[in-house]
């Protein structure tokens, strides 16, 4: 017959390790018994009210409200896209420059107006007046930031102004 003092074991030993191990399974049985009770109820409380059609449904409403968003956001982006391919071709540079086109004869009402695109395509805008002789208004074009006719001094000052404005 076996017995555990022929490998050197005493039986209160084994006994009391039985029961250490009886105590903690005993404790994880516990633990594992309530995870699954918290578990139940959070279904319980998911299907409460509802058999699987109305799930369904609750599903399909939900899919096509999603699809409806999805839908919208592309309207949206296709507005966006004609916004930004709008923008452009606006003016969005601005510059203007005050002086006095005839020497103390119109005082500092002419004007210098440069309106530029964000790729410095646009035209300057020169207003002389004088109390005199009236008022002279002359447009040079400017394309990429370049004008091909000679410009004044305001008119140069101007363009300047309009293609360093962020």
Request: charged share 25%.
């Amino acid at each position: 017959m076996f017995s555990f003092k022929d490998i050197g074991l005493e039986t209160d030993l084994i006994v009391v390790i039985s029961l250490g191990i009886i105590f903690l399974l005993v404790i994880l049985s516990i633990v594992l018994l309530a995870k699954v009770s918290n578990l139940k109820r959070r279904y319980e409380s998911f299907m409460k009210d509802a058999d699987g059609k109305s799930l369904e449904s609750a599903f399909q409403k939900k899919f096509a409200n999603i699809e409806y968003i999805n839908d919208k956001l592309k309207e949206v982006d296709t507005r966006l896209n004609g916004i930004d391919t709008n923008l452009l071709q606006t003016y969005q540079k601005i510059g203007i420059v005050k002086y006095d086109a005839f020497k103390e004869i119109g005082g500092t009402l002419s004007f210098v107006l440069t309106l530029l695109t964000k790729d410095d395509d646009g035209f300057i805008l020169n207003s002389m007046h004088s109390n005199t002789e009236g008022c002279y208004t002359y447009i040079k074009e400017v394309k990429a930031g370049e004008v091909f006719v000679s410009l004044s001094e305001e008119e140069s000052q101007s363009l300047e102004e309009a293609k360093n404005c962020r």
